[in-house]
């Protein structure tokens, strides 16, 4: 047993590599080594700037739903670490991941790792030990040089490629998309969600001799207001409910979610009851999250431009609303007034927050954001998130709503206080 506890573990991990964010393959390789990795299930990679989270939602409901044991492996979290690593839809208990990283530390001797890097193979010693029929591994960042990619996908997804981490994946969508594109091998199935794929990820995936399967292309879907149906490369899905996930985008998602099982229907056979069951009573947190009450709360960690153009898009289809306020903290290496300008003629009312952190954007600075895109509407400075929520809803009619984004970070500050009401 691991002599550590969890935040113990946590505060050690975070100060074994000199840098936050190092990209490179081969200190992972060297530990994966070192502890005699063996892939012995089917495992799906799931890389995108958005949109990812929850394909990795659907598959795994779909899955599970099948009869499958699954593991996923996601990040970041939002309240407590042992969310990023899920074995049969239950999160890792904290014993199981401490001794996890007490075997990671024992085999990496001296090759220093970081913090995602340290716990991406404490989730895959976890499942290691599980006895589990199938693997969905999130990338952290980008894909050609994220630790999960040292692992070899029997299906890898790239879901939106947009703007964002532009300090290590490039300032182009062509750039990212290239990286993204990394996680796709050869022969191997390689689905990709995006209407309008980057042209360096098709081209790469040719050069290697992917099977590339595009939306519009090789599969798509079609609905109307009841229902819906997904067309592939060999099957069809119809008459199916829409996924328990709101937002326009979701039909994207779970269409990328159905080319993967498609891909694998010889391997991981899953039925129309089985699709049905997991797309009605999938869950996850913070996108587009209406939560139940009045005033109305609804959580996104939308924080780039297209994710929060989306979010922009959803709430325009929501039912009316006298006023929105707008509870926001971001970080200050993100886009932000690309992202505010999608989104500001939604809002009448702006309680900035200020974000804890290297990387968190005071209220302060952030109101000088929206001032110099000319945004209008009253805004509010507060402390954190939390205490932006607690002065919306003081100020909220009960038919007013409020829209809770901007960042991981902002919804975690929150999610603790919906709990205890």
Known sequence: MSQKSLPDWLDYVERQHFRTIELGLDRVRAVCSALQVKQLVPVILVAGTNGKGSTCAMVEAMLRAAGYRV??????????????????GAEVTEAALCEAFEQVERARGEVPLTYFEFGTLAAWQVFDGAALDVLILEVGMGGRLDAVNVFEPDCAIVTGVALDHMDFLGTTREQIGFEKAGIFRAGTPAICSDPNPPESLVAHAKAIGADLRLIGRDFSFAGDRQQWSFKGVQSRRNSLAYPALRGANQLL?????LA??????????VSMQAVREGLMHVELTGRFQVLPGRPGVILDVAHNPQSVGVLAENLASLAYAPETYAVLGMLGDKDIRGAITLIAPRIDHWLLCTLPGPRGLSADALAAHLRAIGVSGDIELTDSPSAGLKRAKERATADDRIV???????????????DRH
């Open 253 to 257: 998602n779970a269409s990328a979610a």
């Open 260 to 269: 993967a099982l498609e891909a694998l229907s010889e391997r991981l056979p």
């Open 404 to 418: 809770v984004f901007g960042s991981f970070l902002t919804l975690a500050d929150v999610l603790p206080t919906l």
């Open 71 to 88: 593991g996923l492996y996601t990040s970041p979290h939002l309240v407590r670490y042992t969310e990023r690593i899920r074995i049969d």
